[in-house]
């Protein structure tokens, strides 16, 4: 994965365009300007809608020297926390002037799916026991089952109560590759793509890497599921 979490710099903001004090800026149009940072951090890193809140700043308005002002939030942990204390750098033309603490809270909702009525452990999972609702899922974020496994073969491994979130990690999933199974390996790199055929060493899933043997050299590699019988490696 790339770093998603690089420091990336939030427009350049003139105090000509605020409507503050042009030595001043509001605690809320900060507030404004940490929020949308922290979101698009994270925009690339799941496809759940962000909601952010700063809970606090250690000041009420912010007096700088007159310029161009920018902020670079950085979260403190290379991962999605639903809470989570971001360090902000200002600079004022370029030129670093202050830096401080936010906490944030960060909320993610997504289409997930949910038992409409019990089931029991061994039970096929279908469109008769589950449906799909946005729910809240921050402090599970990489476990939910998502709306688009509703096609594939599933079955439980626990029982699940009614409205309870439909957990991966208590799901049996048809694998989209199975051990020993001939399939795609798509090598790309630019704007150029090549397939070759590979034997995968393992069962994956959308989303999941595995290893591959290439049969012709018996080299290995490592690559994304990407679709059934289909692995993508960047190179």
Known sequence: MKNLFRIILITVLTFSSLK??????????????????????????TSAKLDVEVIALP???????EGDVSFVVKPSMD??????????????????????????????????LVASSFINIGQPI?????????????????????????????MAKKAFREG????????????????NSTVSVLFKTNNLTIAIDARALSDGVIGE???LMNKNYNKIYTGKVVGENKVLVEI
């Open 126 to 154: 279908n469109t008769k026991v589950v449906s799909v609702k946005k729910i809240e899922i921050s402090n599970i974020l990489n476990y939910p089952l998502r709306a688009d496994a509703l096609g594939k073969e599933m």
């Open 209 to 211: 890497n595995i290893c």
């Open 164 to 179: 309870e979130i439909l957990d991966k990690r208590f799901v049996k999933l048809r694998p989209d590759i199975l051990r």
């Open 59 to 65: 000041f009420k308005d912010l007096d700088v020297p």
């Open 20 to 45: 503050v004090n042009a030595a001043m800026l509001s605690n809320s149009e900060i507030k404004n300007i940490i929020a949308k940072q922290v979101k698009e951090n994270f925009k690339n890193y």
């Open 79 to 112: 991962k999605f926390l639903a809470r989570d204390l971001e360090k902000v750098s200002v600079y004022v033309n370029g030129q670093f002037f202050k830096t401080f603490n936010a906490p944030v809270v960060i909320k993610a909702y997504e289409d997930v």
